[in-house]
């Protein structure tokens, strides 16, 4: 479910285990996640994290499956889920260390907000990426502090709301992406900015990135609230559930009868 494994230079690559779902994200990956984030935060020998995806997709976001249960726990018990989601992308926000997501594949949803939490992000220029929440009836609230910090309110009206599928290209333009290469360069284009990466005082590199986040304001822990009860929320309504229902059912949503969209 989770790969980790860190090199004699301190590298660590955490790679999403997933292939078969494209790397969506259930309550015990999210939790796995956070904990490794804590655990590398802490671990001196860290020098540098690389995130990425195995399989064909770097992350289509959310489980459905895990979703759709979790829409019927208990107000409390579905806040809690998406709060540790919330907690999650925190943790990788503020990892003392530098971060690097290498995105081999479609990143969708909840995949955003790992991109968008991590300090910078390289790309194959066939990856497809996509805020799509509201074509299921959701929101994309717990990652919206992270994707608002890239791409900035006026792109999010549109991406938000559109939830249209944009390639890598638009990935950079957006702010999303540093760096679009072939598949094939991917790899020489990571060992290069890791390269650079080991150049850095590693205590220079985390005030570095402590100086960013004090100047240009972080994700507090209220917003991480208010977000997880935002989506918690909404996965709880009728038109929440029948989105869920009809993405896992093969079939348009209510909102869609009748269209030929």
Known sequence: MLLVDKDERGVTTVTLNRPEIHNAMNSELIELLRKTFVDLNQDGSVRVVVLTGAGKSFSAGGDLNWMKASAGYSPEENEAEALNLAEMLHRLNVLSKPTLAVVQGAALAGGMGLI??????????????????VRIGLIPATISPYLLQVMGARQARRYFQTAERFDAMTAKSLGFLNEVVSSEALGSKRDELVAHLLKGGPMALAKSKQLISDMAGGVSSEVR???????????????????????????????????SS
């Open 116 to 133: 968008s939490a991590c300090d910078m992000a390289i790309g194959a220029d066939h990856a497809i990426f996509g805020i799509t929440e």
């Open 225 to 259: 609230s208010d977000t997880a009860k935002r989506i918690a929320d909404i996965r709880a309504t009728q038109e929440g559930l029948e989105g869920l229902s009809s993405f896992l059912e093969k079939r348009k949503p209510s909102w869609l009868s009748g269209s």
